[in-house]
């Protein structure tokens, strides 16, 4: 005998089952062209599984995170910090009775935009847009997610929710808002995105102070004498001495690592809780319409961590190592850009035929954003062999 499964009720059981200030796939604001109900998948995972078949995912493999790829294979990269992004935004959704489809794939999709070479190679872009309009890592993947994936039949870009889009997009200027449509407008009105969106700002946060204090370690760029300066790591480090007094150095790290993350998401859940129900929050429109985040950390705990935040950025980001690998990247970048822009029948073919059309519609500006879209694709290897082919010719 057959057990009917009745995959329409367990989809609204599932919905019934959340928190009432979750994002309910079935109350979503849709997709820009609306392609009807999928079968077997609510909306959100529709969304997720987009980003998981897209090439601007596979390509997060080869994108350096702070460590050059090829510098160890232990290194994170950008596609390793996403699925730890995904990984603690999804329990910490859980454990808040939040939408974790919705909240995996604003995970997933949060560094699509990414160029090559970590922060070194957004800024690069950036300023090599100066005066195009900019470049920002965070409205980029938006923009992949929109127009530059080519994937569907039918549209340009993944077509995903409305839900998903906003929560991609952490932060805007009140310029760019008001030319960006529905997904602009709390940026003007000030209001918040949902509860999913704004926790995986913050796991992206978790994620990447303690892999890079990870990765940190093992290159040797930092040491854990000089992470004990920092509360939050002594802290632990204490704790995970005088329990196992005789560990080896790297479970050590490795402990007080995954300690500070425990710390870091109970006190989100912890204060997060306390906010929803100090505002007598019952649904996600009134997570919206609140003037400030909802998920947060203590006052004690965003302290504790911003002190961290600080010594990467003093002893890891600005050592003299890293600064020399982001000096060769902005190099790259740069005349990558500037080729390409004073020279555009060097693109390949379609970006060619594009170049030519943008630079008819709007001038200059338009030539440089296809450029610039051209070059954020890239990987960090791609770069490298592309600097070196265009050097050669
Ligand atoms: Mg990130």
Same mark, same amino acid.
């Given at each position: 005998m057959t057990i009917a499964y009745d995959l329409e009720k367990e989809l609204r059981l599932h919905e019934q089952s959340l928190a009432p200030y979750a994002t309910r796939s079935s109350e979503s604001r849709g997709r820009a062209l609306d392609e009807g109900e999928c079968e077997n998948r609510s909306e959100f995972q529709r969304d997720r599984d987009r980003v998981i078949h897209s090439k601007a995912f596979r390509r997060l493999e080869y994108k350096t995170q702070v460590f050059i790829n090829h510098e160890g294979d232990l290194y994170r990269t950008r596609l390793t910090h996403s699925i730890e992004v995904a990984q603690i935004a999804r329990s910490i959704s859980r454990a808040l009775g939040l939408n974790e489809d919705l909240t995996e794939a604003i995970a997933l999709a949060h560094d699509l935009g990414h160029t090559a070479f970590g922060h070194a190679g957004q800024d690069a872009l950036n300023i090599c847009m100066r005066n195009y309009g900019g470049f920002e890592h965070n409205l980029q993947s938006l923009r992949v997610v929109d127009t530059l994936e080519e994937k569907y039949a039918q549209f340009d870009g993944l077509n995903l929710t409305f839900e998903t889009r906003e929560g991609i997009l952490k932060h805007c200027s009140l310029k760019n808002a008001r030319s960006m449509g529905l997904v602009?407008?709390?940026?003007? =009105?000030?209001?918040? /995105?949902?509860?999913? %969106? #704004?926790?995986?700002?913050? %796991?992206?946060? +978790?994620?990447?102070?303690?892999?890079?204090? &990870? &990765?940190?370690?093992?290159?040797?760029? @930092?040491?854990?004498? =000089?992470?004990?300066?920092?509360? @939050?790591?002594?802290? #632990?480090?204490? =704790?995970?001495?005088? !329990?196992?007094?005789?560990? *080896? /150095? !790297?479970?050590?790290?490795?402990?007080? +690592?995954?300690?500070? +993350?425990?710390?870091? @998401? #109970?006190?989100?859940?912890?204060?997060?809780?306390?906010?929803?129900?100090?505002? *007598? @929050?019952? $649904? %996600?429109?009134?997570? !919206?319409?609140? #003037?400030?985040?909802?998920?947060?950390? $203590? /006052?004690d705990t965003k302290r504790q961590n911003a002190a961290l935040k600080s010594f990467l950025h003093k002893n890891l980001y600005q050592h003299e190592r890293v600064q020399e690998m982001s000096a060769s990247a902005q190099t790259v970048i740069t005349e990558l850009f500037e080729t390409f822009f004073n020279q555009p029948d060097q693109l390949p073919e379609k970006h060619l035929r594009l170049a030519q059309l943008m630079r008819e519609k709007e001038g200059d500006f338009g030539l440089a954003r296809v450029v610039a879209d051209y070059i954020a694709g890239m990987t960090d290897r791609y770069a490298l062999s592309q600097h070196q082919q265009l050097k050669m010719s």
């Open positions: 602009g407008e709390r940026f003007i =009105q000030r209001t918040q /995105p949902g509860l999913e %969106a #704004q926790l995986t700002n913050i %796991a992206d946060e +978790i994620a990447y102070n303690n892999h890079d204090v &990870d &990765d940190g370690l093992r290159s040797g760029l @930092i040491t854990i004498e =000089q992470l004990r300066q920092v509360e @939050i790591f002594e802290h #632990q480090f204490q =704790q995970v001495a005088e !329990k196992y007094p005789l560990l *080896n /150095p !790297k479970r050590q790290s490795n402990e007080v +690592i995954r300690r500070i +993350i425990n710390q870091l @998401i #109970q006190d989100l859940l912890q204060t997060t809780r306390a906010n929803l129900s100090e505002n *007598n @929050i019952r $649904s %996600a429109a009134e997570v !919206k319409a609140m #003037q400030t985040m909802l998920a947060a950390f $203590s /006052p």
